[in-house]
């Protein structure tokens, strides 16, 4: 490993010739930077996904409204057959918005508790015992059941005979529903990691964290799948 | 040595690792990361390089065999062509500037001690290799890999059976290119949010360096383009996989229909050039970055219009999401769109031309010291001007129609999108080599390199202008039995004896970066007496780059030769200068 030494790229932190002033090696970033560090990363993060779904919704539009020709009768024709979605997608919705709500009072709750665990630190105050509803793990739940009802709605477009390459339509509305759902997913595993956090005693600080950059994605991505209904419902 | 300012700063987020996977393999010190993209952009561009040889050998001699290679058929000339422009625009111009100085330099330069998300880093650099085993990976699956150009035009690319190499190594290709996207996005992230959060203290947005505006915009310009790119290959993907026409009309292949109908090859265009675009800033902005800051240094001069700088890289980045459509002209276009594209394109020269100006206004007067960085720095002016100027020529719809698919585009890209930004990825090499390495490189070999690879451009690149103005289009892999264009062989053979020159003449740069890393005379801390803050610390820069400290900026970026003061620079964290009156 000799020659690994001789291409060091960092000196001792103890180096001398770093010059000036002193040393003042601190703690951590804290709670507050931390937070406002992963509320930027998340919005940066949103904004690729945004443009996704604005490139994926410019060929919705595009593809729709081209004519391809028909080799039978050489005329220009429509291949656009607009898909009759299934009722249960409005189910669907509206678990989403109630997961929405949950994971909304999910962050609040934990938020809570970071106050409350640095008003602990001081002398004299106690939190007292309280009943936690669990709203993270009913998030969780709401998440699995929502990716769960848009398996079941895609079974019911196979039933109804509309395939990936049925039509240009049923292309869209599996390339729409499919990309959301991986896109939830993420979130669902963030969650899974935020519950997983608390199993391993991480700190109420990291795990708020977590769930509060875990929220915001979550009410973008229920905003999103209202987008992708309203796109395919009325601008067929 | 003065004394700097530094302050209390939030210690580094993970501690110096000792292993050697940890350290080396699996690093999340942005030092580390960004000195495993620069070597994987020089394994890429070694790569891209020989491909070019190989293309530049069959032109003129369309018969030879080659040793180990064999004969080169027409659709390996097309795989070459494809693979070439795929692996330089994507592992070598946007990973090297970016990721490898970007990486290294931009969190030492504003003050911080690592970027914001090192885990996010690491798994970035990683994805951008895994995107760079696939790709090369399309070469060795049935097949070989795709011949459909960089640019992946459909329906070519959107059929499996359109030709040899359309098949598994087209669908590689794509899913490479899809994990770039995600390698390249997870980069976006982390530079712009360590720009806009962890700036040391008194490091305003206008007192930071010109590169890491550069790097910054570079990062929103990546934000915004690869997620297009990305659905533009999951599409691609779905059309070539799962039946569906999105980019694919009725064609039939060998007189049978594929059962495709509808799509639009047009669509495809325009997904593609979104991106494909401002991928042009992506490759040259962080150059342009390094450029003005090696002038600056090596001219003891401060960079002339420093906000006029800053708004041209911004005025850059926003036209550069403008102009696709002139990719386009020749495609099928309404004539009044054209006119707009062409409109938005030439306006693009305003800021380019601005900064071009105050390059030469920073010289102007300067006390130049001609040291290697600043020779490439000089040459990249002169590439980027020489490829600049025969832009507005080709974003005119009706000169377009002459010169579309000649060789003047591959001459024009190549000037200011290829050589231009590699001669600020060797500028800014030489630049930055001791305070990554702590040795200087050798500095005769460096100008040797230099002559090589300046006249040597120029002499390959030239030519290829009046090929395409006589007409003899591109990407066709023989055309020396094709009469009217028989004058304009020995043009052709002399393109590819200067190219045997010219690489031969990088030789001479990897011998000096591998025998300088071990061999080279050891590098003082500031040896170019520059002033931004990566020349505030040790050579090479600790673990959390300032040990434990973090500067306190209260000067400008570029003071050079200031009145009054002790030395002919003030370093960013010296005590404030006050202006003579």
Not at chain 1, 133 to 161: D, E, K, V
Not at chain 2, 134 to 153: E, Q
Not at chain 2, 233 to 257: A, C, E, H, K, Y
Not at chain 2, 500 to 512: D, Y
């Amino acid at each position: 490993m000799t020659f690994m030494a001789s291409l060091s790229t960092t000196a001792t932190v103890a180096d001398a010739r770093i010059s000036g002033g002193e040393d003042t090696r601190m703690a951590a970033p804290d709670y507050g930077t931390r937070l406002r560090r992963a509320r930027l990363g998340l919005l940066v993060a949103l904004t690729p996904v945004l443009m996704l779904f604005v490139s994926f919704s410019s060929a919705y539009v595009v593809r729709q409204g081209l004519p391809t020709l028909d080799p039978r009768t050489n005329t220009l024709v429509r291949d656009w057959i607009p898909v009759t979605l299934p009722k249960l997608l409005l189910i669907n919705t509206g678990v989403l918005i109630l997961s929405s709500l949950f994971m909304e009072l999910a962050r609040r709750q934990i938020k809570g508790q970071v106050v409350l665990a640095s008003a602990k630190a001081a002398p004299g105050v106690s939190s007292g015992d309280q009943i936690r509803i669990p709203w993270l793990l009913m998030t969780f739940l709401l998440g699995l059941t929502f990716l769960f009802g848009q398996w079941t709605a895609w079974r019911q477009l196979a039933a109804s005979g509309f395939y990936v390459a049925t039509t240009p339509s049923s292309s869209f509305v599996y390339l729409l529903t499919g990309t959301h759902a991986i896109h939830l997913m993420g979130g669902v595993l963030a969650l899974f990691v935020a519950g997983f956090a608390a199993l391993l005693r991480r700190s109420v600080a990291t795990r708020s964290i977590v769930v509060d950059v875990t929220a915001w994605y979550w009410h973008f991505m229920a905003a999103l799948w209202i987008y992708i209904l309203c796109l395919l419902e009325f601008a067929s | 040595m003065a004394t700097h300012e530094f302050a209390a700063q939030e210690s580094h987020a993970h501690e110096a690792p000792q292993g050697f996977i940890r350290k080396w393999v699996f690093s999340l010190d942005h030092k580390v990361i960004g000195l495993q993209y620069y070597f994987l952009a020089l394994a890429a561009v070694f790569v891209g390089m020989f491909l070019s040889l190989l293309m530049r050998i069959h032109l003129i001699w369309p018969a030879a065999t080659l040793p180990l290679l064999g004969d080169i058929k027409p659709e390996t000339y097309l795989t070459l062509v494809t693979m070439h422009g795929t692996i330089m625009v994507f592992f070598v111009l946007t990973t090297a500037p970016q990721g490898g100085f970007g990486n290294y330099f931009l969190p030492i330069q504003i003050g911080a001690p690592d970027m914001a998300f090192p885990v996010l880093n690491m798994l970035s650099f990683w994805t951008t290799f895994l995107g760079f085993v696939v790709m090369i990976a399309a070469f060795f699956v049935a097949g070989g890999a795709p011949l459909h150009g960089w640019t992946g035009y459909a329906p070519l690319s959107a059929i499996q059976s359109a030709g040899p190499g359309e098949g598994l190594g087209a669908d590689l290709w794509i899913i490479s290119i899809a994990i770039f996207c995600i390698g390249a996005l997870m980069g976006a992230l982390n530079f712009i949010t360590t720009t806009l959060d962890m700036r040391a203290k008194g490091m305003t947005m206008m007192r930071m360096p010109l590169t890491c505006w550069a790097w910054f915009v570079t990062a929103i310009l990546g934000l915004l383009a690869f997620g297009v790119l990305l659905s533009a290959g999951i599409l691609l993907l779905m059309d070539r996989n799962l039946g569906t026409s999105f980019f694919v009309p009725l064609v039939t292949i060998n007189g049978q229909l594929t059962g495709h109908k509808g799509g639009s090859p047009l669509l495809w265009q325009h997904l593609f050039w979104f991106f494909g675009h401002p991928e042009v800033y992506i490759a040259i902005l962080p150059a342009m970055g390094m450029c003005s800051q090696l002038l600056s240094v090596f001219s003891r001069k401060p960079i002339f219009g420093y906000k006029a700088m800053v708004y041209a890289i911004l005025g850059i980045g926003f036209l550069g999401f403008m102009v696709w459509g002139h990719h386009m002209f020749m495609s099928g276009m309404s004539p009044y769109t054209a006119f707009a594209f062409s409109i938005m394109t030439m306006a693009i020269g305003v800021p380019s031309a601005i900064k071009t100006f105050n390059w030469l206004g920073t010289l102007m007067h300067g006390r130049i010291r001609f040291s290697s960085p600043m020779l490439f720095a000089i040459g990249f002016v002169s590439l980027f001007v020489t490829g600049g100027i025969s832009g507005p020529f080709l974003a005119q719809p009706v000169l377009d129609i002459q010169l579309h698919d000649t060789y003047f585009v591959p001459a024009h890209f190549h000037l200011i999108m290829g050589v231009a930004s590699i001669f600020g990825i060797f500028a800014a090499t030489y630049y930055w080599f001791p305070k990554m390495f702590g040795r200087m490189m050798n500095e005769s070999m460096a100008r040797w390199h230099f002559w090589f690879s300046f006249i040597g451009t120029y002499a390959i690149f030239m030519p290829m202008h009046y090929l395409g103005m006589a007409g003899m289009p591109r990407r066709y892999s023989q055309l020396t039995e094709v009469a009217y264009l028989h004058e304009l062989i020995p043009l052709q053979k002399f393109i590819t004896y200067a190219a045997f020159i010219t690489i031969a003449g990088q030789l001479i740069f990897l011998i000096n970066l591998f025998w300088s890393m071990f061999k080279g005379p050891k590098a003082s801390d500031n040896p170019w007496e520059a002033t931004t803050l990566e020349w505030t610390t040790a050579t090479p820069p600790p673990h959390d780059n300032f040990g434990g400290k973090t500067p306190v900026v209260y000067n400008g970026p570029y003071e050079y030769s200031v009145p009054g003061a002790p030395r002919d620079f003030v370093m960013q964290n010296d005590p404030e200068i006050k202006p003579a009156h």
